[in-house]
């Protein structure tokens, strides 16, 4: 079992899960090539993608679709309410309707996915699971629900967005409508959303093992101030990877307790695991 975070941000956002041959992509904001050359850090062929799943139809996450699916002659699964027509044509790829909250399996793969409240009509996103392990990814959503809630404590590893600072959004850059629409309900999650997210998930039972950080905003964001929120705000006891934007960041197995030597590669993604019992605890898959 593999799984990467290809990139993540506002620029471009794409998630790999492999198992055997058999891999499943949710969305592609990148080139062909540029996915390619990022699956290739990983020892992942391209050719093993077998089917995408689709979170919404912003830019960002759909711009690269189209091209791997008709190169790669793969299903493109999409929220029945989604009308996609003007974004992917029906006669040149093989779309697959969904619907929130069924359970699907594609080859080896399970997928249920659950409605994300973005200001994209149709947005959802998915909670995958393959060879024992669930993963689930959460972004892309101004607030969070009781369904994401249930889903991710029966998670082993989520993918959770931490977009913005409350305090630099408000001071940055941004015209007024931009601030108001990332702040709404149907905007994104700030880094203390998702703090007391997983803060509350961790009152009661839960299997999350590990939690990567995703879509940070390049300008209303960064790694650190989001490390010094956590450190202040966390009171969640699992370790935690935070993914600088666009930055690939390569999977890891949080359940086996054996040393990995070439962690030491891994250098930079690996300084951002905190709040892990010891380094032993983390090893590449
Ligand atoms: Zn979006
Ligand atoms: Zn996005």
Same mark, same amino acid.
Request: glycine share 4%; charged share 25%.
């Given at each position: ?144 629900? %009781? ?5 991710? /404590? &029966? ?6 967005? @931490?977009?913005?600072? +409350?305090?630099? $959004? ?89 040393? %990995? ?5 891994? /250098? &930079? ?6 709040? @892990?019992?010891?380094? +032993?605890?983390? $090893?590449?898959?």
């Amino acid at each position: 079992m593999k799984y990467a975070v290809i990139g993540s941000g506002s620029k471009a956002n794409s998630y790999i899960f492999s198992h055997d041959k058999f891999s499943c992509l949710i969305d592609n904001g990148y080139s062909f090539v540029e996915l390619q050359n990022r699956l290739s850090r990983i020892n992942i062929d391209i050719g093993t993608i077998k089917f995408i799943l689709l979170t919404h139809t912003h830019a960002d996450h759909i711009h690269g679709v189209k091209t791997t699916a008709r190169k790669l002659k793969i299903p493109v699964f999409v929220n029945k309410e989604i009308d996609i027509s003007a974004y992917l044509p029906s006669d040149k790829i093989d779309l697959r309707f969904i619907e929130k909250e069924k359970t699907y399996r594609f080859g080896p793969f399970y997928f249920l996915p659950f409605e994300t409240y973005h200001d994209a009509t149709g947005s959802l996103s998915y909670s995958l699971k393959i060879a024992d392990m669930t993963f689930t990814v959460i972004t892309d959503t101004g607030k969070v629900s %009781n369904t994401m809630f249930n889903i991710a /404590k &029966k998670s082993d590893i989520l993918f959770l967005e @931490a977009n913005y600072n +409350k305090n630099m $959004l408000k001071t940055g850059p941004y015209p007024k409508m931009l601030k108001e629409r990332i702040e709404s309900p149907y905007g994104h999650l700030s880094n203390s959303d998702a703090i007391d997210f997983l803060n509350n998930l961790f009152k009661g039972e839960s299997k999350l093992k590990l939690v990567y950080f995703c879509h940070l905003s390049e300008v209303n964001n960064n790694p650190e101030v989001l490390e010094e929120e956590i450190i202040s705000n966390g009171t969640f006891n699992i370790p935690y990877i935070i993914c600088p934007r666009d930055k690939f960041q390569e999977g890891f197995n949080p359940i086996n307790l054996e040393i %990995n030597e070439n962690l030491d590669n891994y /250098k &930079k993604p690996y300084n951002y695991i905190t709040n @892990a019992r010891s380094r +032993k605890d983390v $090893l590449l898959f």
